[in-house]
C-alpha cells in the first residue's frame, strides 16, 4: 500500500507512483489476459449507466477519471462528443480550482445527426465510456477512458466505414477578466482586501509542431509564498496519424476506421515556462515507452482490484436497486477524483459544469463556497473510505493535513501564544486560512480532534506503522497540547471551554460536547492503545483525561437527553446537531455500548432533522440501531433526484455546490454502518439491518479483517472472515 509520504509533491505532478513502480506494474499487467473480471467485479455491471440520447449540454455529462484527472462528457444533440477536462491540482492564482480545458470531437460522416442510434454507456468494471452512434453500416464504436496509472487521456473510435476525425482544444478563459457580483462566491474565502479577483486567460503553445498544447501559468498569486506562483497546469494532444490543422485543431490525415487519439495532463511548478515544457515531453517519453496494450491491460486490472476489494449489493425491490446504484456510483465518482495531489472537494470534486442559478450562469470553473477545504464538509467524503479499504483515497486528505503541521503549530504560537497545533475550519491545501469565515470560526477547533479520530481508525485498519509514527503521534501530541494551553481551569480543576462554540451551530458556548467528547475518545484511545507518545505527552494525556468536564446532559421527560453544551448563547447560525458528535464521529454513544438510550433519546430530541448534503442523522440513526428510521434516511438520500444533472449520482446543489460529495458519502457511510459497525476488535453484523433486505457484501474492519457474506431471506447463507481467526470476534444481531 502507498504511503502518504510516498506521494509526488503537489508541485510536479507525475501522479501516484515512480517509474518503476509503474514498469513493475505494466509487467506484471501484461501477463493478465483481458477477460472478463470476477464474479464480483462482474455485479458491478449492473449499475452500468445508460443512455440511449444524446445530451443537451454539459449538464448531460457522465464522469470518468483516474484518480487526479477527471472528464465530463456528453455527446450533443444531432453534433459532436465533448468533454470537459478537470485535475485536482489544477489551481488559479487566486486558489480556485479550474479546468484544464474543453475538447471537441468531430467526424464525418456524423454518427451523431439526429435520429440516429445512439448508447452511451459507462462501464463500471473498466473504467471507460462506450459509445455506439450511427446506421447499421455506418455505426462508430468510441471508447474513452482515463489511465488508471499514468496522466493520460484516450480516445478510441471504431467505425464500420472510413470517418475522419478532428479533435479541437476549446478555449473560454482568452483574456483577463474580473469577478463580479454572484460569481464572486467562487473565490469565497479570500476575504477583503483583495478585490479585485482577476482570472487570467490561458495560453497556447505556438512552436508545437505535431501536438496541440495549452496550459494555464500563475504569473502572479494572491499568496505570494504559496505553491500558487509559477503553478503551471495543461495538456498535450496528439493522435496517432493525425496533423496539426492550427494552433487548436489535430485531424485524421487520411479517413481510416480505426482512430486514436492522446491527451497528457501535467501540473507543475515552472520557473521559466520552459521548465513545463520540458518536463511535459519527458513525461510524454516516459507514457509512450510502454505499450499501448500494456497500459490498458494495468488500466483494467486497476479497476477490477477496486471493485474487488469491497462491495454492498442490496436487493429485493426498486428501494434496494436504488440504494446499491447509489452507493456504487458514489464511490466511482470519489475513485475518479480522490488519488491526486490534493483531496476530493466536497462542492464538486473535479466534475463542475457550467451552471445556472436563478438569473446568473457560470462557467463550468465556478463552484460556491470557493476554492477553501471546508472540514466539516470533506471528512464526510472520507469516513465511509474505511469500511470501503479504500485506503489510497485516503491519503490526499492525510497528507494535506500533515503537510502543513508546521505551519499550524507557528499560527498557534502566533495567534494563542502557547504551544500546540490547531487547523482553520476552512483552509487551502497550501495550509492558509479562509479569510471570510471570520472571527466565529477561530473558536471552533474541533477539526483537529476530528482528523486524529480518523487517523487513528485509519491505522487501526491498516496496521501502518510508519504513519503512526510520523502522521498520527505528531498530530495527537499536537492537538493535545493545544487544548491542554488553550483553556484554563475552573475551581474544580476541570478544562472550562471559554470562549468556545458548539460547531457552526452556536458561536458562543460554554463547554460545547463536540470538545468533551472528542478528547474523552481521543486520550482514551491515545492511552488504551499505548501510542508511541514522548513521556512528557503520556504524562500530558493521563491528566487531562482527569481534567475534563462531564459531558453536558439534562433529564428531558424523564430521560437523560445530551446536550449542545452546558450553555450556548446567542442565535443559533447553522443547522448542526453538536450533541450528536457523542454517537458520530465519536463512538461513546450506540449499539453494543452501555447508555444507548441515552443516545437514542438525544437522538428524537435533535433540533435538526432530515437527511441531505452533510446532514448526519442517517448515519447517526444507524450507529443508534435504529432501523427503521436509518433505513428511511439512507433510502431517501439515494433516491434523491439530481436537479440540473443527468447523471443519477450528481447530487446538489444543496448548501454547497454540484456534484455534491457530502450527500452521496454520508449515504454510503449510513448504509455500511446499517450492515457493520466495529469496536475496538468487535465487529457487529446487522446492527440495524432491514430484515427484507437482502444484501451480498464485503467490507473491511479493524486489523486488516475482511468479512464478506450473503444474507437473503432473512438469512446468513454465507461468512468469510478473513483472516479466519477475527471469526471470533464477530457478534451477530437480529435483522429486523
Given at each position: 500500500m502507498l504511503f502518504w509520504n510516498d506521494l509526488e509533491s503537489p508541485d510536479i505532478i507525475i501522479i501516484h507512483k515512480d517509474n518503476l513502480t509503474f514498469?513493475?506494474?505494466?509487467?506484471?499487467?501484461?501477463?493478465?489476459?483481458?477477460?472478463?473480471?470476477?464474479?464480483?467485479?462482474?455485479?458491478?455491471?449492473?449499475?452500468?449507466?445508460?443512455?440511449?440520447?444524446?445530451?443537451?449540454?454539459?449538464?448531460?455529462?457522465?464522469?470518468?477519471?483516474?484518480?487526479?484527472?477527471?472528464?465530463?462528457v456528453w455527446v450533443e444533440e444531432g453534433g459532436d462528443l465533448l468533454f470537459y477536462i478537470g485535475k485536482t491540482d489544477a489551481w488559479s492564482e487566486s486558489a480556485r480550482l479550474l479546468k484544464l480545458g474543453r475538447v471537441r470531437v468531430r467526424f464525418t460522416p456524423n454518427p451523431f445527426s439526429a435520429g440516429q442510434p445512439f448508447r452511451q454507456t459507462l462501464q463500471l468494471s473498466t473504467g471507460e465510456i462506450l459509445i455506439e452512434a450511427g446506421k447499421p453500416g455506418a455505426k462508430t464504436k468510441l471508447r474513452v477512458w482515463v489511465d488508471a496509472n499514468q496522466p493520460l487521456i484516450r480516445l478510441e473510435s471504431d467505425s464500420a466505414q472510413n470517418t475522419e476525425m478532428e479533435v479541437i482544444y476549446e478555449r473560454w478563459r482568452d483574456q483577463q477578466r474580473r469577478l463580479e457580483g454572484p460569481e464572486m462566491s467562487?473565490?469565497?474565502?479570500?476575504?477583503?482586501?483583495?478585490?479585485?479577483?482577476?482570472?487570467?486567460?490561458?495560453?497556447?503553445q505556438q512552436d508545437a509542431e505535431s501536438r496541440v498544447v495549452w496550459y494555464h501559468r500563475n504569473t502572479r498569486s494572491l499568496w505570494p509564498d504559496s505553491t500558487l506562483l509559477y503553478r503551471t497546469f495543461g495538456a498535450a494532444m496528439e493522435g496517432d496519424g493525425f496533423s496539426k490543422i492550427n494552433q487548436t485543431t489535430l485531424r485524421s490525415t487520411t479517413p481510416r476506421k480505426q482512430q486514436g487519439v492522446s491527451i497528457y495532463a501535467l501540473t507543475m511548478t515552472a520557473d521559466p515556462i520552459d521548465q513545463w515544457f520540458q518536463e511535459l515531453g519527458k513525461m510524454i517519453g516516459r507514457v509512450e515507452a510502454v505499450k499501448l496494450s500494456d497500459r490498458r491491460s494495468a488500466h483494467e486490472k486497476w479497476w477490477q482490484d477496486f471493485w474487488n476489494r469491497s462491495w454492498v449489493q442490496v436487493s429485493g425491490g426498486k428501494e434496494q436497486k436504488a440504494v446499491s446504484s447509489g452507493y456504487a456510483l458514489q464511490r466511482f465518482v470519489n475513485a475518479c477524483g480522490g488519488r491526486g495531489a490534493q483531496p476530493i472537494k466536497a462542492n464538486g470534486s473535479i466534475f463542475t459544469v457550467d451552471a445556472k442559478e436563478g438569473e446568473n450562469s457560470y462557467d463550468a470553473d465556478y463552484r460556491r463556497r470557493g476554492g477553501a477545504y471546508w472540514?466539516?464538509?470533506?471528512?464526510?467524503?472520507?469516513?465511509?473510505?474505511?469500511?470501503?479499504?479504500?485506503?489510497?483515497?485516503?491519503?490526499?486528505?492525510?497528507?494535506?493535513?500533515?503537510?502543513?503541521?508546521?505551519?499550524?503549530?507557528?499560527?498557534?504560537r502566533a495567534d494563542f501564544h502557547h504551544e500546540g497545533l490547531y487547523f482553520p475550519e476552512a483552509m487551502y491545501f497550501f495550509g492558509a486560512g479562509a479569510n471570510e469565515t471570520g472571527r466565529a470560526k477561530r473558536r471552533d477547533f474541533s477539526n483537529g480532534l476530528e482528523l486524529v479520530s480518523m487517523m487513528l481508525n485509519y491505522h487501526e485498519y491498516t496496521q501502518d506503522k510508519r504513519f503512526l509514527r510520523d502522521a498520527v503521534v505528531p498530530a495527537a501530541e499536537g492537538v493535545i497540547a493545544f487544548y491542554d494551553k488553550h483553556y484554563e481551569r475552573g475551581?474544580?480543576?476541570?478544562?472550562?471551554?471559554?470562549?468556545?462554540?458548539?460547531?457552526?451551530?452556536?458561536?458562543?458556548?460554554?463547554?460545547?460536547?463536540?470538545?468533551?467528547?472528542?478528547?474523552?475518545?481521543?486520550?482514551?484511545?491515545?492511552?488504551?492503545?499505548?501510542?508511541?507518545?514522548?513521556?512528557?505527552?503520556?504524562?500530558?494525556?493521563?491528566?487531562?483525561?482527569?481534567?475534563?468536564?462531564?459531558?453536558?446532559?439534562?433529564?428531558?421527560?424523564?430521560?437523560?437527553?445530551?446536550?449542545?453544551?452546558?450553555?450556548?448563547?446567542?442565535?443559533?447560525?447553522?443547522?448542526?446537531?453538536?450533541?450528536?458528535?457523542?454517537?458520530?464521529?465519536?463512538?461513546?454513544?450506540?449499539?453494543?455500548?452501555?447508555?444507548?438510550?441515552?443516545?437514542?433519546?438525544?437522538?428524537?430530541?435533535?433540533?435538526?432533522?432530515?437527511?441531505?448534503?452533510?446532514?448526519?442523522?442517517?448515519?447517526?440513526?444507524?450507529?443508534?440501531?435504529?432501523?427503521?428510521?436509518?433505513?428511511?434516511?439512507?433510502?431517501?438520500?439515494?433516491?434523491?433526484?439530481?436537479?440540473?444533472?443527468?447523471?443519477?449520482?450528481?447530487?446538489?446543489?444543496?448548501?454547497?455546490?454540484?456534484?455534491?460529495?457530502?450527500?452521496?458519502?454520508?449515504?454510503?457511510?449510513?448504509?455500511?454502518?446499517?450492515?457493520?459497525?466495529?469496536?475496538?476488535?468487535?465487529?457487529?453484523?446487522?446492527?440495524?439491518?432491514?430484515?427484507?433486505?437482502?444484501?451480498?457484501?464485503?467490507?473491511?474492519?479493524p486489523l486488516n479483517t475482511t468479512v464478506e457474506g450473503v444474507f437473503k431471506a432473512g438469512k446468513l447463507e454465507r461468512l468469510t472472515v478473513t483472516p479466519e481467526k477475527r471469526s471470533a470476534d464477530v457478534i451477530r444481531m437480529n435483522p429486523e
Open positions: 514498469r513493475a506494474l505494466h509487467i506484471a499487467a501484461a501477463a493478465v489476459a483481458l477477460a472478463l473480471p470476477s464474479a464480483a467485479q462482474n455485479a458491478v455491471d449492473q449499475f452500468n449507466v445508460v443512455w440511449n440520447s444524446p445530451s443537451k449540454d454539459s449538464s448531460g455529462s457522465m464522469p470518468i477519471g483516474n484518480g487526479d484527472i477527471g472528464l465530463n467562487s473565490a469565497y474565502g479570500i476575504g477583503p482586501g483583495k478585490d479585485p479577483i482577476l482570472v487570467d486567460g490561458d495560453a497556447i472540514f466539516q464538509q470533506t471528512r464526510l467524503i472520507y469516513w465511509p473510505m474505511l469500511a470501503a479499504g479504500d485506503f489510497d483515497l485516503m491519503e490526499p486528505f492525510f497528507k494535506m493535513y500533515t503537510a502543513n503541521r508546521l505551519l499550524a503549530e507557528r499560527r498557534t475551581p474544580d480543576g476541570k478544562i472550562r471551554f471559554n470562549p468556545a462554540q458548539a460547531l457552526d451551530t452556536w458561536h458562543e458556548a460554554l463547554n460545547p460536547l463536540p470538545e468533551i467528547a472528542g478528547l474523552r475518545w481521543l486520550l482514551n484511545e491515545v492511552l488504551t492503545q499505548k501510542l508511541p507518545l514522548s513521556k512528557a505527552a503520556a504524562t500530558r494525556a493521563k491528566r487531562m483525561q482527569q481534567e475534563l468536564p462531564a459531558l453536558p446532559v439534562k433529564q428531558v421527560d424523564g430521560k437523560a437527553v445530551l446536550q449542545p453544551a452546558d450553555q450556548v448563547f446567542g442565535e443559533i447560525k447553522n443547522s448542526e446537531n453538536p450533541e450528536l458528535y457523542a454517537v458520530f464521529p465519536y463512538r461513546l454513544y450506540g449499539v453494543n455500548k452501555l447508555n444507548l438510550e441515552v443516545g437514542r433519546s438525544t437522538f428524537d430530541a435533535r433540533k435538526f432533522k432530515g437527511t441531505g448534503g452533510w446532514a448526519q442523522d442517517a448515519i447517526q440513526a444507524g450507529f443508534l440501531g435504529l432501523t427503521d428510521t436509518a433505513r428511511r434516511l439512507t433510502a431517501e438520500s439515494f433516491a434523491t433526484p439530481t436537479k440540473g444533472s443527468r447523471f443519477p449520482a450528481f447530487w446538489g446543489p444543496f448548501l454547497e455546490w454540484f456534484p455534491d460529495q457530502d450527500h452521496g458519502s454520508v449515504a454510503s457511510m449510513a448504509l455500511q454502518t446499517m450492515l457493520m459497525q466495529t469496536d475496538g476488535t468487535k465487529i457487529v453484523l446487522f446492527p440495524a439491518w432491514p430484515k427484507d433486505w437482502n444484501v451480498e457484501f464485503k467490507l473491511h474492519a
